[in-house]
Antibody, heavy 121, light 107 residues
Framework: QVQLQESGPGLVKPSQTLSLSCTVS??????????WSWIRQPPGKGLEWIGY???????DYNPSLKRRAIISVDTSKNQFSLKLNSVTAADTALYYC?????????????WGQGALVTVSS | SYELTQSPSVSVSPGQTARITCSGD??????AYWYQQKAGQAPVLVIY???QRPSEIPERFSGSRSGTTVTLTISGVLAEDEADYHC??????????FGGGTKLTVL
C-alpha cells in the first residue's frame, strides 16, 4: 500500500521560502517508475500542478510559478521536497504530494492528506 | 497557463445520471483523468486514460471523449457521490493542468 505524508511549517512570512517534505512508504522514489509530484489547492479553489520529479533526478515545473519552485530528493529517506521562494499571500494553499503514473500526461493515483500553508506576517 | 473549462456545478436527484464535462483545446492530443474530492479530503482518481476505471471505483463511474470535450458520467447517482470533481490533462508541452472543478450536488 503506497502512502505519502507531507510535513513542514504551516505558517510562512511573505517574501520568505516555503519548505515542505513528502515521505513515501510502500514504493521507492529511486526506482524511476513514477512522477513524484507537488500539487496545491488555494482555499475554495481548484487544483494547480506545481511540478514533479522523475527518473529519480529530473524535474519539470509549472511555468506560471516563474521558476520559484525547486523539487529535490533524498533517496536515503525515500523523501522528496518542495521549496517555493519569494512567497506571497497568493501562495496560501493546501499543498499535496502525489504519485504520477506512467502516461501522457501522468495521472495521480496516490495522494498525501495535504498540508495547509498560510503566508502571513 | 493551460485552461480546462468545467461547469461550476451540477445537480441531480438520487438514481439519476450525472454528466460532468471538461473542455480544452489540447484535449484531443492528451489523455484525460478525473478525480473525486469529498469535503476535507484529498482527491481520489476515479477515471484514468480517458475511460479506464481503477479496480476499487464503482462501475457507475465512466469516462468518454468527443473532440475537445471529455465527460465523466455517473449512472444511478448515490448520495455518497456528492463531491467536487476535477478533470486533468496536459497542455501541448505535456505540462499537467486541471480544470476548475465541478461541484456535484445530490438533491
Amino acid at each position: 500500500q503506497v502512502q505519502l505524508q507531507e510535513s513542514g511549517p504551516g505558517l510562512v512570512k511573505p517574501s520568505q521560502t516555503l519548505s515542505l517534505s513528502c515521505t513515501v512508504s510502500g514504493a521507492s522514489i529511486s526506482s524511476g517508475d513514477f512522477y513524484w509530484s507537488w500539487i496545491r489547492q488555494p482555499p475554495g479553489k481548484g487544483l494547480e500542478w506545481i511540478g514533479y520529479l522523475y527518473y529519480s533526478e529530473d524535474t519539470d515545473y509549472n511555468p506560471s510559478l516563474k521558476r520559484r519552485a525547486i523539487i529535490s530528493v533524498d533517496t536515503s529517506k525515500n523523501q522528496f521536497s518542495l521549496k517555493l521562494n519569494s512567497v506571497t499571500a497568493a501562495d496560501t494553499a493546501l499543498y499535496y504530494c502525489a504519485r504520477g503514473g506512467i502516461g501522457n500526461p501522468p495521472g495521480f493515483d496516490y495522494w498525501g492528506q495535504g498540508a495547509l500553508v498560510t503566508v502571513s506576517s | 497557463s493551460y485552461e480546462l473549462t468545467q461547469s461550476p456545478s451540477v445537480s441531480v436527484s438520487p438514481g439519476q445520471t450525472a454528466r460532468i464535462t471538461c473542455s480544452g483545446d489540447a484535449l484531443p492530443m492528451q489523455y484525460a483523468y478525473w478525480y473525486q474530492q469529498k469535503a476535507g479530503q484529498a482527491p481520489v482518481l476515479v477515471i484514468y486514460k480517458d475511460n479506464q476505471r481503477p479496480s476499487e471505483i464503482p462501475e457507475r463511474f465512466s469516462g468518454s471523449r468527443s473532440g475537445t470535450t471529455v465527460t465523466l458520467t455517473i449512472s444511478g447517482v448515490l448520495a455518497e457521490d456528492e463531491a467536487d470533481y476535477h478533470c486533468q490533462s496536459a497542455d501541448s508541452s505535456g505540462n499537467p493542468g486541471f480544470g476548475g472543478g465541478t461541484k456535484l450536488t445530490v438533491l
